[in-house]
């Protein structure tokens, strides 16, 4: 008489339920909706004409579920997925559509063979969009055994590794907000699959840059979104959040390295400076490699790749610099008697008038002379002209700097050795093994402001995928 149904409990004795994904996408569950005749529909819209019933106020106390199974299977893949939850136990709360009081979930299981599964937390029985907050959490996951997913999303297999996945979902009025923590342990990538619509991940790169010591990966990957947009999917967001987080890692390796060893979000760990002509390395320089060697003992799956550098302009100038100091300097050491006495300004310019008269056109020294003039008197225009002797060393260590001779193999022999001098900080720091460290050819590199050679080091996966 009260249009009322109470049910105080229902105990489920090993049920059992199957879940079909067909090639099209769409369910088994799907089969069970039929459109209505249109007999039944013309009655039942001639009937509405009339007043109205209240609806059925429904309560069942408590659901209580021993020994239950269930079997899924997904043919909507690249190859057909199939797991199986067995062991089902737990309980739910009541249910009752005349409240808004969610209903509480308490169920555990085994997936496939050694898995764990647990769901917990509230779902609203009316609307789950409403008002739900569920906790599901698996433990001891086979990752071969979603390959299927992998391949369709991302285009690689998964050889091994196993995964514990806790994930929170709450929901309030159709707003999504679901935070998933993983931790996958002794992943190791399989083959690549060619399959239409995968992403092309740096997959590869981003386990490297995961992948702790002990074999183990965390990732926290927060998931929002609205389920009332019809194009909302949850498979689809969280691989998107998925995709984006690779994609982030990937594109900013040594943000994520620099993190490890404390490293100021400023601080460019991956950016390594030498002064033009140079290739030793300075002590802030020396620094920021040993915290990258700090890092990448922690990230032994991690590689690093190592361009020489030059700067053809600045660095050919420089060297120029660099070979007539050294020959002035070996004319000044093998003076001796009492020119080796004189005082060090007539020396040099004794050296650099030896080194003009080899190495310069004739005239030379005039010219550079004549350059150098300056007035005796310099408030006196009428005074006579003499020799201003620093500016005529000046032009003539000028001119003998443009004779020195710079060859590309000098330029390469260069961008060598700045390579060299990175690896070896990094090994001989005892936390790199060697064949982490890799050696790239050469590049063009521009001179910064500040009148440093700038070589930027490159991450990859230490297995080269």
């Not at 943000?255 to 030498?274: C, N, T």
């Not at 020799?387 to 060598?416: F, H, I, K, M, W």
């Amino acid at each position: 008489a009260e249009n009322r149904l109470d049910i105080s409990e229902v105990a489920l004795a090993a049920p059992y339920a199957r879940l079909l994904i067909d090639e099209d996408g769409s369910t088994n569950f799907q089969q069970l909706i039929f459109e209505q005749p249109e007999a039944a529909a013309a009655a039942e819209a001639e009937a509405g004409e009339a007043e109205p019933s209240e609806p059925l106020a429904a309560t069942l106390a408590k659901i209580t579920i021993a020994d239950g199974s269930a079997d899924f299977s997904d043919r909507n893949l690249p190859f057909a997925f199939a797991t199986e939850i067995t062991e089902l136990e737990g309980s739910i709360s009541t249910l009752a559509t005349a409240s808004s009081e969610p209903a509480q979930v308490d169920l555990q299981g085994r997936v496939a063979e050694y898995g764990l599964a647990e769901i917990s937390g509230s779902l609203s029985p009316a609307d789950p969009t409403l008002n739900s907050d569920l906790s599901v959490l698996f433990r001891n996951v086979e990752l071969p055994d979603l390959s299927a997913y992998t391949v369709k999303f991302a285009g690689r297999r998964i050889q091994d590794g196993r995964m514990d996945l806790d994930l929170r979902y709450r929901l309030d009025e159709g707003k999504l907000q679901g935070d998933n923590s993983v931790v996958i342990d002794r992943l190791t990538l399989g083959e690549k699959e060619d399959y239409p619509g995968a992403a092309n991940l740096p997959l590869g790169l981003a386990i490297a840059l995961l992948k702790k010591p002990d074999g183990t990966i965390d990732i926290d990957l927060p998931v929002t979104g609205d389920v009332d947009d019809p194009e909302f999917s949850i498979g689809g967001v969280v691989f998107r959040a998925f995709a984006n987080l690779v994609t982030k890692i990937a594109t900013a390796p040594f943000r994520l390295l620099g993190g490890l060893v404390g490293a100021g979000a400023d601080e460019q760990i991956d950016l390594v400076e030498f002064r033009a002509g140079e290739a030793e390395l300075t002590p802030p320089e020396q620094e920021k490699l040993a915290k990258l060697a700090e890092a990448l003992a922690m990230r032994p799956q991690l590689a690093i790749e190592v361009p020489g550098v030059v700067d053809a302009e600045a660095d050919t100038a420089a060297l120029r610099e660099q070979r007539l100091d050294a020959a002035v300097e070996e004319l000044l050491a093998a003076e001796t008697g009492g020119r080796a006495e004189d005082l060090l300004t007539v020396r040099q310019r004794r050296a650099l008038e030896e080194l003009a008269q080899a190495q310069l056109p004739e005239g030379a020294i005039e010219s550079a002379q004549a350059g150098a003039q300056r007035l005796e008197d310099p408030e006196n225009p009428d005074s006579r002209l003499v020799l201003d002797e620093p500016a005529y060393l000046a032009n003539l260590r000028g001119a003998l700097v443009d004779a020195q001779s710079v060859t590309e193999s000098d330029l390469a022999e260069l961008s060598t050795q700045r390579a060299n001098a990175i690896v070896a900080v990094l090994v001989e720091a005892g936390q790199v093994d060697a064949a982490r460290v890799r050696v790239l050819p050469g590049k063009e590199a521009e001179q910064t402001d500040g009148g440093w050679i700038p070589l930027k080091l490159e991450a990859q996966a230490a297995s080269g995928e």
